[in-house]
């Protein structure tokens, strides 16, 4: 599995001079200050993420500057500038101060991915309230889970979602009202009674209005986390993530003045707001919103049409795309990309080196959480890359491998990955449930829950969920390793492992496989894979059980659900399945 080194490429070679570079050459010592003083603050005191992701930029005379262009599931286009952006938060702003919305309230979002859902996001935030997004994809039982924890007051959505919801909203005593966005008509069913019409309020609303003043330690967004490992927690944010989202989007993401910039993650997850909304238009950029599904020909379309420069996907996206195949790259003009980036689940080697062949670039992974709120370990554009590695951590940042007892143990060795916490876009606590906030907090350090290793070079090497991770005859095996060795296989799309009780071994190590096209399920193939993985591996790190499955259960995000596929294996209940993908 030894995979050779990416060399960066020479700095004259690159199409824009790296940010980092920046930040390298002039060696000055890392504060956040620094930071802070790029972006405005509120007149007269105070920080808010509606201000410096929109207004900052009409006031700064880059108005008429694009924000975004969309392009809706039937192919409707929208473009909208900074100033006109500017305009529409104002309004909804002053129309959820109609409805009574106060400082601190919760205002939910359940949207597909339209430009009202940003409009409405930002006038949220403008309003002084928090903002909940939630994924357009869910049932009517996370749904109702997320508003009755939250305590939202109001909910913005759409017909065709209302409709699907309408059972569960008798039973939200806090919920007071049902905002409801029937954009260009395109649900005949339309509101019902009760219901406050977005567009009719809209007309009605004034275009001035003053951003509610919020500090840096105000909740702005309340994200539910995605269900990999056990029932969604409400991490709650403040306005100070503003700092580091900003920063991480021009240092990994690597923005800059001119980009074009596509995160393909829907904004009912934290990639979505963090990276699909604040890093670029803090950073003043201008994106792309698609609103259709995955697909690699509309996705290379889309790539194609806007002129994409920064691409910022998921690992099971690009599973799904070296699926489809090289040949689906080569039909489009994809020369304006300059920059690939991977973040969700662990980046599959094979993945890396594939973006190499495919698109002329390594995909650049790197790592973070919900809790985390921002990129805290990064492959850069001027670092050389290890397939396989999530990279270094980003400045300002310390990143510690600790044992059972929370300690650091030596270079090489795997363990907890942890923070030292006081990073800006740290959350502040897991709403209504402060106890299990403060467990997350051992000896100094923020224990994020994931195991991995630090090598010499102070790279970051993923070794799995700290509830996945395998014990076998007393060696420690991470599931990524044994599936990215499988993955390796030219019949294998997708693999995954878990560990499996065993009365003699403590538990085995068993793999769970997708095949592709073209190749079926045997013992001939089940014998062939487990010999493939005995030579990649060890042997008692190489699978003793093979399954084949026709797709892994996954998060809605795309995550790979193991500890599914543990409790089906095993007969036991399945927890918490709101987030589980259909
Ligand atoms: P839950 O906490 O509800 O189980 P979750 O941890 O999947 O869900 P997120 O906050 O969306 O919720 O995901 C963060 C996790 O995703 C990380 O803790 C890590 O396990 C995984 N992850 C994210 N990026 C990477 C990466 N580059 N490499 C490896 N793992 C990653
Ligand atoms: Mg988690």
Redesign the pocket.
């Known amino acids: 599995m030894d995979y050779p080194v990416i060399h960066k490429p020479a700095l004259e070679d690159m199409k824009v001079k790296p940010n980092i570079q920046d930040y390298h050459e002039s060696q000055r010592d890392f504060s956040w200050d620094l930071l802070k003083k790029e972006l405005d603050g509120l007149e007269g005191g105070g920080l808010n993420l509606a201000y410096e992701a929109i207004d900052r930029h009409v006031k700064k005379g880059k108005g008429d500057k694009v924000a975004f262009y969309w392009e809706g599931a039937k192919g409707e286009e929208e473009v909208y500038t900074f100033a006109q952006f500017k305009v529409q938060s104002d309004k909804f702003a002053n129309v959820l101060q109609g409805l009574g919305v106060e400082k601190g309230d919760r205002v939910f979002i359940y949207m597909d991915r339209i430009p009202e859902l940003y409009f409405a996001f930002f006038g949220i935030l403008k309003a002084g309230a928090i903002a909940g997004p939630l994924f357009s994809a869910f049932g009517p039982d996370p749904v109702k889970d997320r508003l009755l924890d939250s305590g939202a007051r109001v909910l913005v959505t759409s017909p065709n979602l209302r409709a699907k919801i309408s059972g569960i909203l008798g039973d939200l005593p806090d919920l007071k009202h049902v905002v409801v966005v029937n954009k260009n008509n395109r649900h005949p069913e339309g509101l019902q009674p009760g219901d406050v019409s977005y567009e009719e309020a809209m007309a009605g609303a004034s275009e001035e209005f003053t951003i509610v003043r919020t500090t840096e330690e105000d909740y702005d967004i309340m994200h539910y986390?995605?269900?990999?490992?056990?029932k969604?927690?409400g991490a709650a944010h403040v306005h100070r993530a503003i700092y580091q989202q900003y920063a991480t989007g021009k240092w990994v993401l690597d923005l800059h003045e001119d980009d074009i910039y596509w995160c393909t993650a829907d904004p009912g997850?934290?990639t979505g707001t963090s990276y699909g909304m604040v890093a670029p238009w803090t950073n003043g950029i201008t994106q792309v919103i698609y609103e259709g599904g995955f697909g690699a020909g509309p996705w290379y379309r889309v790539m194609e049409k806007y002129k994409v420069t920064v691409w910022y996907t998921a690992p099971t996206a690009i599973r799904m795309l070296m699926k489809a195949g090289e040949d689906v790259v080569k039909r489009h003009d994809l020369s304006s990309l300059r920059y690939m980036c991977?973040?969700?689940?662990?980046?599959n080697p094979e993945a890396v080196v594939w973006g190499v062949q495919a698109f002329g670039m390594p995909f650049h992974?790197?790592?973070?959480?919900?809790?985390t709120g921002a990129i805290l370990i990064a492959n850069y554009p001027i670092q050389d890359v290890k397939p396989g590695s999530?990279g270094r951590p980003t400045p300002g940042i310390t990143v510690g491998i600790l044992d059972d007892n929370y300690e650091e143990v030596p270079t090489g060795d795997e363990g907890h990955l942890a923070v030292r916490p006081g990073w800006p876009s740290m959350f502040k606590t897991y709403w209504g449930n402060e106890e299990m906030y403060n467990s997350k907090f051992q000896n100094g350090w923020y224990i994020?829950?994931?195991k991995a290793r630090k090598d010499e070079e102070g790279y970051f090497w993923?070794v799995g969920?700290a509830d996945d991770v395998i014990n076998t005859a007393g060696h420690l095996v991470g599931p990524f390793e044994v599936e990215s060795a499988l993955l390796e296989h030219p019949a294998v799309a997708e693999a995954g492992v878990i560990g499996k009780p065993d009365p003699i071994a403590m538990e085995i190590v068993k793999a769970f496989v997708a095949l592709k096209d073209g190749y079926e399920p045997s013992d001939k193939l089940r014998r062939e894979l487990m010999r493939f993985a005995r030579k990649k591996l060890s042997s008692f790190v190489a699978p003793r059980e093979i399954d084949f499955i026709d797709s892994l259960p996954k998060?809605r995000?795309g995550?790979i659900m193991r500890r599914l596929l543990k409790a089906r294996e095993l007969g036991l209940p399945e927890g918490d399945t709101s987030t589980l993908e259909d």
Request: hydrophobic share 25%; proline share 6%; no cysteine.
């Open positions: 986390t995605s269900g990999t490992t056990g969604p927690k997850w934290v991977s973040v969700g689940e662990p980046l992974d790197n790592w973070w959480q919900t809790e999530m994020t829950g994931d993923f969920r998060t995000s995550k």
